[in-house]
């Protein structure tokens, strides 16, 4: 049947296939280039934490000199488990990529529809497990972001400290909105009578919560203009904005 | 305004062009026409305050109360569609059949209290009340079951699935303080929670309000995955059970309908 | 006889209200074969509209409050014209019944202590109604619902009940038709549980919807029942007047309950103006006691914003007669400056949502333009206080279809716990009843007539539209039957309803069977014209002013007419209309009520023309 629907309703699905698919396109471009993630003192969140030897700036070099490819690529299954299983992307990539719907009162593309009770689906089942470890990663996006107000021993700031301090806050009230973390904090409970330190987390997660959808946004594009400037300072197209010596 | 006037699954949109005034809501319109042009136009309503949910239809193509949909949203002179429902079979002009939802709603098992304090009161707390106060603002209007594509484009799913008015319904009661009753296994296999694909359409219709798939639908799926797939909560309970396992809620028994 | 379904049941519940759905729960846990048979959906009865609260004198928040307060109110609100009994049981078992409501799953807003929270509401001497925001009917209805379809309980929705059928003097069953298919269907039942709610749309400005059309009067009455009180019509002090299209909406007396107050065109607080002698004793008479009495009620006196409804209405007409009105024929009702903005969305999200949504009017910052609209029918079928039966056997009716409960005026709030009280008794003595009555026969040539009756509207020759008749009726009722009635109006109304009745019957109805909404108006005509004849013959004789009966030429209260009920019978298909002594109020109960009588002149006045001149 042809939809009633008069409005811009393709307008919505058409803005999430070209951010998302930009931020995927570029985020699969660097994370491959495995150079230029460095900037003194500066490293991109796509290479955080970076666990192998070959690595300009090794965190943890668990990961021997064997390994030449790019050192993103063994820490991406992380930050990508927690937005693919993530409540609000699953609505966003359901609709704009599946279109199953595309937009509420339009059709499905497909005939057939099982939603997320068979395989693969049935993994997203496991998206605190994914917050869990998103969270770890977490500390250190932190911990590079308070180098990265170490200019050679010396405190100062410069643009790429902001942009790092703003990506890392971003990232972090995205987690913490995260609708399995205000689960897991106390909405599990049926009651916060006697559980006053649980309900008052949970009243956090929960306003959080209802501002998920902008805490995604917002972390997704300052991760990726993050890793841009970086990469553009180490490329030398740019000299890094000092703010304070 | 363009009505759809059939019987059964046959019809078409009709064109009709009254004057309105000054506040009217699409639902006054349709009134108009009902008193002026067609005496036998079909259209369910009750309170005409956005209230008790009857008045449910898709206007421009969107599901709403047209109780609730002022004339003045549209640009004048503008030919505004009315269209029954489309997830429910079509029993004429507005007025579809929702027994679907009567037939869901005598699935799920009732509320089951546990007992009450020593002094003979039942103490619940605002804090506690809050969450499920939001469910029971639910007028069932059905719009959320309207939209919700799961049923609405796939006929086949309707046994499995009983769409966003009952996971509000179960939420609510498997977040209230006082329920003993566990319905969580049911919910999944049953009620089909893992078909929804929280593309929150249902929580956009809603005149109520209800966050439905933030606050009731996701909660919900987060405690089932607690229940069913979390290796590390199944450990858990394993390790810490003591007790017998918890007693399967009874179903209420399902009668056959009158029909008409 | 026409080939019709028959359904058999012990007891048939015609309406799905709070009323209803309670006796069907009471009537089917004592073992009779129970169904219920609504006009709408289930669960989209009118007391889905209900705002405010459920009076229950719980004493969670006052513990002075007890039965015996919440008694006094009530027959001090309904002028003493009350069955004192029936106001006895209810204030007795309200607290009961609302705690089995919680124990059926209802979330009522709590207390510090978790407990169920009170609020304030009109003629009401402590906070006693139990209330969620200001949708308790939603709460209320659910909370029901869910639990009859638990139980089990078959529903006929989208069922029209049309005639009751009688065996000799008792009921018999009834006979309704299908609203989608258009076929008829047979009761066959030996106790009938009228809750069919009231007349509302037999005026022009109501808050009721198109179920209201004074079916279960009419067929009580047509089967030989008694009516009592019919000339007691309530006007809700507030209603909504802006834009035209809601005229009449209900705007909850919780409101006013939370801080609100009525204000004239010039801002001034009239109600001040307006306290009756009756109510003096117990309320505020200055501005600064009237704010203090919402935070201490031992020392200071209850708002004149919150005198009994009867009280408010005249007192708003007044004002919009002495031209102090606002422009579209209304006065203020303000809570923006007075409540923070949070507190009022908290306290009242329908309240902000209907007027945000369809006036534009943002009620935490700007005043609501309000009027009467009328609300609630006192009167109706008579029955017996202990067992809610009418005075046929089998017959049995709760709720707004019934009488006697609220006297000459209902106190807000009352009629929810009315509902749950006499809806339960109601159902309780309907199974009792059944247990001991013989089977009933049904008559066909009786069913063969109604049948007729049934489908006249699309065989016989006229030309009227339904539509336009319903309209007249209410324009009708609105000018003439409205809150200041005199006798020469009154005749006049009892004239206009003959020729609309003669219209009538000349409807020709168009389209098929199926769910046709002129066929079921025309059907809803005959109930409609003849409820309002009843109101307006029963207004024309009672001499007096009381409660939401105001004549403007018997300005005052009249002792003798204070021991009276109005009642109507139908003998030989003729109205007869007597009066008969209420039943006395034993001395120990007369003690709590006070010796005062109201006796004073009312605030008369021509009906407010609302919404402005046509």
Same mark, same amino acid.
């Given at each position: 049947m042809v939809?009633e629907?008069?409005?811009?309703?393709w307008?919505?699905?058409?803005v999430?296939?070209?951010?998302?698919? =930009?931020?995927?396109?570029?985020?699969v471009?660097?994370?491959?280039a495995?150079?230029?993630?460095?900037?003194?003192?500066y490293? $991109?969140?796509?290479?955080?934490?970076?666990?192998?030897?070959n690595?300009?700036h090794p965190h943890?070099?668990?990961?021997?000199?064997?390994?030449n490819?790019?050192?993103?690529?063994?820490?991406? !299954?992380?930050?990508?488990?927690?937005?693919? =299983?993530?409540?609000?992307y699953?609505r966003s990539?359901?609709?704009?990529f599946f279109w199953?719907?595309?937009?509420?009162?339009?059709?499905?593309?497909?005939? $057939?529809?099982?939603?997320e009770?068979r395989?693969?689906?049935?993994?997203?089942?496991l998206?605190?497990?994914?917050?869990?470890?998103?969270?770890l990663l977490?500390?250190f996006l932190w911990w590079?972001t308070?180098l990265?107000?170490?200019?050679n021993? /010396?405190?100062?700031?410069?643009l790429?400290?902001?942009?790092?301090?703003?990506?890392?806050?971003?990232?972090?009230?995205?987690s913490?909105?995260?609708?399995?973390?205000?689960y897991?904090?106390?909405g599990y409970?049926?009651s916060f009578? /006697?559980a006053?330190?649980r309900?008052?987390?949970?009243?956090w997660a929960?306003?959080?919560?209802?501002?998920h !959808?902008r805490w995604?946004?917002a972390s997704?594009?300052v991760?990726?203009?993050?890793?841009?400037?970086i990469?553009?300072?180490?490329?030398?197209?740019?000299?890094?904005?000092?703010?304070?010596f | 305004?363009?009505i759809?006037r059939?019987?059964?699954?046959a019809?078409e949109h009709?064109?009709?062009?009254?004057?309105?005034?000054?506040g009217?809501?699409?639902?006054?319109?349709?009134?108009?026409i009902?008193a002026?042009?067609?005496?036998?136009?079909a259209v369910?309503?009750?309170?005409?305050?956005?209230?008790?949910?009857?008045?449910?239809?898709?206007?421009?193509?969107?599901?709403?109360?047209?109780?609730?949909t002022?004339m003045?949203?549209?640009a004048?002179?503008?030919?505004?569609?009315v269209?029954p429902?489309?997830?429910?079979?079509?029993?004429?002009d507005l007025?579809?059949d929702?027994?679907?939802?009567?037939?869901?709603?005598?699935t799920?098992p009732?509320?089951?209290?546990?007992?009450?304090d020593?002094d003979g009161?039942?103490?619940?707390?605002?804090?506690?009340?809050?969450?499920?106060?939001?469910f029971?603002?639910?007028?069932?209007?059905?719009?959320?079951?309207?939209?919700?594509?799961?049923?609405?484009?796939?006929?086949?799913?309707?046994?499995s699935?009983?769409?966003?008015?009952?996971?509000?319904?179960?939420?609510?009661?498997?977040?209230?303080?006082?329920?003993?009753?566990?319905?969580?296994?049911?919910?999944?296999?049953?009620?089909?929670?893992?078909?929804c694909?929280?593309t929150?359409c249902?929580?956009?219709?809603?005149?109520?309000d209800i966050?439905?798939?933030?606050?009731?639908i996701?909660?919900l799926?987060?405690r089932?995955?607690t229940a069913?797939?979390d290796?590390?909560?199944?450990?858990? /309970?394993?390790?810490r059970?003591?007790g017998?396992?918890?007693?399967?809620? $009874?179903?209420p028994?399902?009668?056959?309908?009158p029909?008409? | 006889?026409a080939e019709?379904?028959?359904?058999?049941y012990?007891v048939?519940v015609v309406?799905?209200g709070?009323?209803?759905?309670?006796?069907?729960?009471?009537?089917?846990?004592?073992?009779?074969?129970?169904?219920v048979?609504?006009k709408?959906l289930?669960g989209?009865?009118?007391?889905?509209?209900?705002?405010?609260?459920?009076?229950?004198?719980l004493?969670?928040v006052?513990?002075?409050d007890?039965?015996?307060?919440?008694?006094?109110?009530?027959?001090?609100?309904?002028k003493?014209?009350?069955?004192w009994r029936m106001?006895?049981?209810h204030a007795?078992?309200a607290?009961?019944?609302?705690l089995? @409501?919680?124990?059926?799953?209802? @979330?009522f807003d709590?207390?510090?202590?978790?407990l169920?929270?009170?609020r304030?509401?009109?003629?009401?001497?402590y906070?006693?109604?139990?209330?969620?925001?200001?949708?308790?009917? @939603?709460e209320m209805?659910?909370?029901?619902?869910?639990?009859?379809v638990?139980?089990?309980?078959?529903?006929?929705m989208?069922?029209?009940?049309?005639?009751?059928l009688?065996?000799?003097?008792?009921?018999?069953?009834?006979?309704?038709?299908?609203?989608?298919?258009?076929?008829?269907?047979?009761?066959?039942?030996k106790?009938?549980?009228?809750?069919?709610?009231?007349?509302g749309?037999a005026?022009?400005v109501?808050?009721?919807?198109?179920?209201?059309?004074?079916d279960?009067m009419?067929?009580?009455l047509?089967a030989?029942?008694?009516?009592?009180?019919?000339?007691?019509?309530?006007f809700?002090p507030?209603?909504?007047?802006?834009?035209?299209?809601v005229?009449?909406?209900?705007?909850?007396?919780?409101?006013r309950g939370d801080?609100?107050?009525?204000?004239?065109?010039?801002?001034e607080?009239?109600m001040?103006?307006?306290?009756p002698?009756?109510?003096?004793?117990?309320t505020?008479?200055?501005e600064?006691?009237?704010?203090?009495?919402?935070?201490?009620k031992r020392?200071?006196?209850?708002?004149?914003d919150?005198?009994?409804?009867?009280?408010?209405?005249?007192?708003?007409?007044?004002?919009?007669?002495? *031209?102090?009105?606002?422009e579209?024929?209304g006065?203020?009702l303000?809570i923006?400056?007075?409540r923070?903005?949070d507190?009022?969305?908290r306290?009242?999200?329908s309240m902000?949502?209907?007027f945000?949504?369809?006036?534009d009017?943002?009620?935490t910052?700007?005043?609501?333009?309000?009027?009467?609209?009328?609300?609630?029918?006192?009167?109706?079928i008579?029955?017996?206080?202990?067992?809610?039966?009418?005075t046929?056997?089998? @017959?049995?009716a709760?709720?707004e279809?019934?009488?006697?409960?609220?006297?000459?005026?209902?106190?807000?709030?009352?009629?929810?716990?009315?509902l749950?009280?006499? *809806?339960r008794r109601a159902?309780?003595?309907?199974?009792?009843?059944?247990? *001991? !009555?013989?089977?009933?026969?049904?008559?066909?040539?009786?069913v063969d007539?109604?049948a007729?009756?049934l489908t006249?509207?699309?065989?016989?020759?006229?030309?009227?539209?339904?539509y336009a008749?319903?309209?007249?009726?209410?324009?009708t009722m609105?000018d003439?039957?409205?809150i200041i009635?005199?006798?020469?109006?009154?005749?006049?109304?009892?004239?206009q309803?003959e020729?609309?009745?003669?219209?009538?019957?000349?409807?020709?109805?168009?389209?098929?069977?199926r769910?046709?909404?002129?066929w079921h108006?025309?059907?809803?005509?005959?109930?409609?014209?003849g409820?309002?004849?009843?109101?307006a013959?029963?207004?024309l004789?009672?001499?007096?002013?009381?409660?939401?009966?105001?004549?403007?030429?018997?300005?005052k209260a009249?002792?003798?007419w204070?021991?009276?009920?109005v009642v =109507?019978r139908? /003998?030989?298909g003729?109205?007869?209309?007597?009066t008969?002594?209420?039943?006395?109020?034993p001395?120990?109960?007369r003690?709590?009520?006070?010796e005062d009588?109201p006796?004073e002149?009312?605030a008369? *006045?021509?009906?407010?023309v609302?919404?402005?001149?046509?």
């Amino acid at each position: 049947m042809v939809p009633e629907r008069r409005d811009l309703w393709w307008l919505e699905p058409l803005v999430i296939v070209v951010v998302l698919g =930009t931020f995927v396109l570029y985020s699969v471009y660097a994370g491959l280039a495995n150079a230029n993630y460095f900037y003194e003192p500066y490293l $991109s969140p796509l290479y955080s934490p970076c666990i192998t030897a070959n690595c300009v700036h090794p965190h943890l070099p668990i990961v021997g000199s064997y390994w030449n490819l790019s050192p993103a690529i063994l820490i991406v !299954a992380f930050p990508l488990a927690f937005r693919v =299983t993530c409540y609000y992307y699953r609505r966003s990539y359901y609709r704009a990529f599946f279109w199953a719907p595309p937009a509420c009162a339009i059709p499905d593309a497909r005939k $057939s529809y099982a939603g997320e009770t068979r395989f693969p689906f049935l993994i997203q089942n496991l998206h605190r497990y994914a917050l869990i470890f998103a969270t770890l990663l977490l500390a250190f996006l932190w911990w590079d972001t308070f180098l990265a107000f170490n200019f050679n021993g /010396r405190f100062g700031i410069g643009l790429g400290s902001l942009l790092l301090l703003t990506n890392v806050v971003l990232l972090s009230g995205y987690s913490a909105s995260c609708h399995s973390l205000r689960y897991l904090v106390g909405g599990y409970l049926d009651s916060f009578h /006697r559980a006053s330190l649980r309900y008052r987390l949970w009243s956090w997660a929960n306003w959080l919560n209802a501002r998920h !959808a902008r805490w995604a946004w917002a972390s997704l594009v300052v991760v990726g203009l993050t890793d841009l400037y970086i990469r553009l300072l180490s490329m030398g197209v740019l000299t890094d904005l000092r703010i304070v010596f | 305004m363009k009505i759809w006037r059939g019987e059964g699954s046959a019809g078409e949109h009709v064109e009709y062009v009254v004057p309105i005034d000054a506040g009217m809501v699409v639902l006054d319109v349709v009134h108009r026409i009902q008193a002026t042009h067609a005496p036998d136009l079909a259209v369910r309503w009750n309170c005409k305050a956005g209230k008790c949910g009857s008045c449910s239809a898709e206007v421009n193509g969107a599901p709403k109360l047209m109780c609730m949909t002022r004339m003045s949203e549209f640009a004048t002179g503008e030919a505004i569609t009315v269209s029954p429902v489309r997830t429910f079979p079509l029993i004429k002009d507005l007025v579809t059949d929702v027994s679907f939802n009567y037939e869901k709603a005598k699935t799920i098992p009732p509320f089951k209290p546990k007992p009450k304090d020593p002094d003979g009161k039942r103490r619940m707390y605002q804090e506690d009340v809050d969450r499920v106060q939001e469910f029971h603002k639910c007028i069932e209007c059905f719009l959320c079951q309207d939209v919700c594509h799961v049923i609405r484009d796939h006929e086949e799913n309707k046994p499995s699935f009983s769409g966003p008015r009952f996971f509000v319904r179960l939420a609510a009661l498997e977040m209230h303080p006082l329920d003993t009753n566990d319905r969580l296994d049911l919910i999944r296999a049953k009620h089909g929670l893992g078909f929804c694909n929280i593309t929150k359409c249902c929580t956009e219709v809603c005149p109520e309000d209800i966050h439905i798939t933030d606050n009731a639908i996701i909660p919900l799926k987060e405690r089932v995955v607690t229940a069913q797939y979390d290796p590390i909560a199944w450990a858990l /309970r394993r390790i810490r059970r003591t007790g017998p396992a918890l007693p399967a809620p $009874s179903v209420p028994p399902s009668k056959e309908p009158p029909s008409a | 006889m026409a080939e019709i379904n028959t359904a058999t049941y012990d007891v048939v519940v015609v309406g799905a209200g709070g009323a209803g759905l309670r006796a069907a729960i009471e009537a089917h846990g004592a073992g009779a074969k129970t169904a219920v048979v609504c006009k709408s959906l289930l669960g989209k009865a009118h007391t889905v509209m209900a705002e405010g609260g459920i009076a229950a004198a719980l004493g969670n928040v006052w513990q002075e409050d007890n039965w015996k307060v919440h008694f006094r109110d009530t027959m001090r609100g309904g002028k003493l014209l009350n069955n004192w009994r029936m106001a006895q049981l209810h204030a007795q078992e309200a607290p009961d019944r609302v705690l089995e @409501l919680e124990e059926w799953g209802a @979330l009522f807003d709590r207390t510090k202590d978790g407990l169920i929270l009170q609020r304030d509401f009109g003629g009401h001497r402590y906070a006693r109604l139990a209330h969620v925001g200001d949708r308790t009917g @939603l709460e209320m209805i659910r909370t029901l619902q869910d639990h009859l379809v638990a139980q089990g309980i078959d529903v006929f929705m989208e069922c029209t009940v049309r005639h009751l059928l009688t065996d000799g003097g008792r009921v018999a069953g009834a006979i309704a038709y299908w609203r989608q298919s258009g076929a008829l269907l047979l009761f066959q039942a030996k106790a009938v549980v009228l809750a069919t709610g009231g007349v509302g749309k037999a005026w022009k400005v109501t808050s009721n919807s198109w179920e209201y059309t004074g079916d279960g009067m009419a067929m009580a009455l047509e089967a030989g029942a008694d009516l009592i009180d019919m000339e007691m019509t309530q006007f809700h002090p507030t209603g909504m007047i802006w834009p035209p299209s809601v005229r009449g909406l209900l705007v909850t007396e919780g409101v006013r309950g939370d801080g609100g107050t009525l204000r004239n065109a010039s801002g001034e607080r009239f109600m001040f103006k307006y306290i009756p002698e009756f109510f003096r004793a117990e309320t505020a008479d200055n501005e600064a006691e009237a704010d203090r009495w919402f935070e201490d009620k031992r020392n200071n006196r209850r708002t004149p914003d919150l005198l009994p409804r009867d009280e408010v209405a005249r007192a708003i007409n007044s004002e919009v007669k002495a *031209g102090r009105g606002t422009e579209h024929g209304g006065v203020f009702l303000d809570i923006a400056t007075r409540r923070p903005a949070d507190y009022i969305k908290r306290r009242l999200p329908s309240m902000y949502h209907q007027f945000k949504e369809l006036a534009d009017v943002d009620i935490t910052k700007e005043q609501m333009e309000i009027g009467p609209t009328l609300h609630y029918i006192m009167g109706g079928i008579r029955v017996d206080p202990d067992t809610a039966a009418a005075t046929i056997p089998g @017959l049995y009716a709760a709720g707004e279809v019934a009488a006697g409960m609220h006297g000459a005026n209902r106190l807000g709030g009352n009629s929810l716990s009315d509902l749950l009280v006499f *809806g339960r008794r109601a159902g309780e003595a309907a199974a009792e009843y059944v247990k *001991g !009555a013989s089977t009933v026969r049904i008559d066909d040539a009786q069913v063969d007539a109604f049948a007729k009756r049934l489908t006249e509207p699309f065989e016989r020759p006229g030309d009227e539209n339904p539509y336009a008749i319903h309209a007249d009726l209410q324009e009708t009722m609105h000018d003439l039957v409205g809150i200041i009635r005199k006798k020469e109006e009154l005749e006049e109304a009892l004239a206009q309803l003959e020729r609309l009745r003669s219209r009538a019957s000349r409807v020709r109805v168009t389209g098929t069977r199926r769910y046709n909404p002129g066929w079921h108006l025309a059907l809803d005509l005959e109930n409609l014209i003849g409820m309002a004849e009843v109101v307006a013959r029963s207004a024309l004789l009672r001499t007096e002013s009381r409660g939401g009966h105001t004549r403007e030429d018997f300005p005052k209260a009249d002792p003798d007419w204070g021991t009276k009920n109005v009642v =109507t019978r139908k /003998r030989d298909g003729r109205l007869a209309l007597t009066t008969e002594p209420i039943p006395a109020v034993p001395p120990e109960l007369r003690e709590l009520i006070g010796e005062d009588k109201p006796q004073e002149m009312v605030a008369t *006045g021509e009906p407010a023309v609302i919404g402005g001149k046509e």
